[in-house]
Structure formats: C-alpha cells, structure tokens
C-alpha cells in the first residue's frame, strides 16, 4: 500500500485541455508560424473540434500574447540579478539566456519570431519588454567600458546588436531534444563574445 502512495505521488501532474492547448500552440507556431497555423490546425492536435478550442482560448492572437508576454518574462527575471564584475555578468548574461532556450526551443523560436504577429496594444507592452531586455545588455556593456574591462572604443550599438544576434539565433541550431549541453553551448558563446570586447578588441578608427 505504502508503494502504491508513493507511485501516485509521483507520477506525473496531468496538464489541463488549456494547457495542452497553450503546448499545441508552440509546437504549432514553432514549426508553421503564426499565420500558419489555422485554429482547426489547434484542434485537430487536441482532437477536439475547431470550435471547441473557444472554450478554452478567446483567441488565437490572445494565445500567442500569452505565451511571447509570459516568455519574455522568463529572459528578464533571468538576468535582473547578475553578481560579479561587468566581464562576469557579460558571462551570467548569455549563460542565463542560452539557459532559457534550452528549456524550451520550440517556445524560444515563437518568442523570436512570432512576435511581429501582436497587434495594439498589446504590441507596445512587448516591444517595450524586448527594449528593457537589451537595455540590460547596454548596461553591462556601458559599465565595463567605465570600469576599464572593455575597450574604451567598442562600438557599444555594434556591441548590443552582435551579441543579441548570437545568442537569439542559437534556438535556430541547438536541438529541441536536449541532445546538446546547454553548458556548452553557453560556454562556446562566452567565450567568443568576451574575446570581441575585451580590452585591445575594440573598434579601432583611423
């Protein structure tokens, strides 16, 4: 009797009809897009039909709000505390990013690229999310500038823009499976992006 309690403890939570539906959905957007992705297309992976999805969802728009708005939320809260000096949370930073990919490719890819999707007004509300994000990045860059831990001639909007593209692009590449060591990753990424603006690596001007 005992055994059988602690088999039902822990067997696995059993997810809601919205819960499937809101997982359908990154699978869904991940691999077809946004404008691909019709609402019988939602049903159809619920086995449920097209109208029966309203029950759960008001919208298909109000279900991509959701899981970008939620999902954007989970990069901020990752790197609002870094400790250490500029250079280690340049480091924390793309750790904490590649980490957060790497629990879920499929919702990374909707979060990076389905987003041009959202219409007013909850567009603002996630452009103004995606610009917090990159403004914590100018942060760090603009301290270890000051502190003399990057080149004082680093191009700080190249800067910004080259290490966004690296670690938003790795969802594109890193396997859905978790096949690939995020660690590694995260440590490959570090590696190069240190090595760009450390000091003696800046932009140098004639």
Same mark, same amino acid.
């Given at each position: 009797m005992?055994?059988?309690? #602690? =088999? +039902?403890?822990?067997?696995?939570?059993?997810?809601?009809? &919205?819960?499937?539906?809101m $997982?359908a959905? %990154?699978?869904l957007?991940?691999?077809?897009?946004?404008?691909?992705t019709?609402?019988?297309?939602?049903?159809?992976?619920?086995?449920?039909?097209?109208?029966?999805?309203y029950a759960?969802?008001?919208?298909?728009?109000?279900?991509?709000?959701q899981?970008?708005?939620?999902?954007?939320?989970?990069?901020?809260d990752a790197?609002?505390?870094?400790?250490?000096?500029?250079?280690?949370?340049l480091?924390?930073?793309v750790?904490?990013?590649v980490?957060?990919v790497?629990?879920d490719?499929? #919702? =990374? +890819?909707?979060v990076?690229h389905?987003?041009?999707h959202i &219409?007013?007004?909850?567009? $603002?509300?996630? %452009?103004?999310?995606?610009?917090?994000?990159?403004?914590?990045?100018?942060?760090?860059?603009?301290?270890?500038?000051a502190?003399?831990?990057?080149?004082?001639?680093?191009?700080?909007?190249?800067?910004?823009r080259?290490?966004?593209?690296m670690?938003n692009?790795?969802?594109?590449?890193l396997?859905?499976d978790?096949?690939?060591?995020?660690?590694?990753?995260?440590?490959?990424?570090?590696?190069?992006v240190?090595a760009?603006?450390?000091?003696?690596?800046g932009?140098?001007?004639?």
């Amino acid at each position: 009797m005992p055994r059988q309690s #602690r =088999a +039902r403890a822990s067997a696995p939570k059993k997810l809601t009809k &919205q819960e499937r539906l809101m $997982a359908a959905a %990154v699978r869904l957007f991940s691999r077809q897009g946004y404008a691909g992705t019709s609402v019988r297309d939602l049903g159809e992976a619920l086995g449920i039909r097209p109208g029966s999805v309203y029950a759960h969802i008001d919208s298909k728009h109000t279900m991509l709000v959701q899981l970008i708005d939620s999902g954007i939320d989970q990069y901020l809260d990752a790197v609002a505390e870094l400790p250490g000096t500029p250079t280690e949370q340049l480091r924390h930073f793309v750790e904490a990013h590649v980490r957060v990919v790497a629990e879920d490719v499929n #919702r =990374a +890819r909707v979060v990076y690229h389905q987003w041009r999707h959202i &219409q007013p007004p909850d567009r $603002a509300r996630i %452009v103004a999310k995606r610009y917090a994000y990159e403004q914590r990045l100018r942060d760090i860059i603009d301290a270890g500038i000051a502190a003399g831990e990057f080149a004082a001639d680093l191009d700080r909007p190249t800067a910004v823009r080259a290490v966004l593209g690296m670690v938003n692009w790795c969802p594109e590449w890193l396997p859905s499976d978790g096949s690939e060591p995020s660690e590694e990753v995260a440590a490959g990424l570090t590696g190069i992006v240190l090595a760009s603006v450390r000091v003696g690596h800046g932009a140098h001007h004639p």
